[in-house]
């Protein structure tokens, strides 16, 4: 059984960063694209961003100036930079992996920006 497990979460100021990581739990199970969602309480996730296979990334506007992405194959994991926080962006992120029709969901990580 495959897992995504995320890190990097937490407390933050407005203005600040935080890097997080999505790891799958196995070598051998492809990362091909990988998409990023926020979820805040009593409402839907929402996707914002997106990394394929060729490295090719995708951002809605609101994050698309201050958000990242970037991948490590020889690692299995994919990077989401989180810059010039807002307390708007605060919310439960997940990562998201479809696999031969399979769909993998990360746990789930906390951001709060606040001061």
């Known amino acids: 059984q495959v897992q995504l497990m995320e890190s990097g979460g937490g407390l933050v100021q407005p203005g600040g960063s935080l890097r997080l990581s999505c790891a799958a739990s196995?070598?051998?199970?492809?990362?091909?694209?990988m998409e990023w969602y926020r979820q805040v309480p009593g409402r839907q996730r929402d996707m914002f961003g997106r990394?394929?296979?060729?490295?090719?990334?995708y951002f809605a506007v609101s994050v698309v100036d201050r958000f990242t992405l970037s991948r490590d194959s020889a690692k299995n994991t994919v990077y989401l930079q989180l810059r010039h926080l807002r307390p708007e962006d605060t919310g439960v992120y997940y990562c998201?992996?479809?696999?031969?029709?399979?769909?993998?969901w990360g746990q789930g990580i906390q951001v709060t920006v606040s001061s």
């Open positions: 196995r070598s051998d199970f492809s990362i091909n694209a």
């Open positions: 990394i394929d296979a060729d490295g090719s990334t």
């Open positions: 998201k992996v479809v696999n031969q029709g399979h769909t993998y």
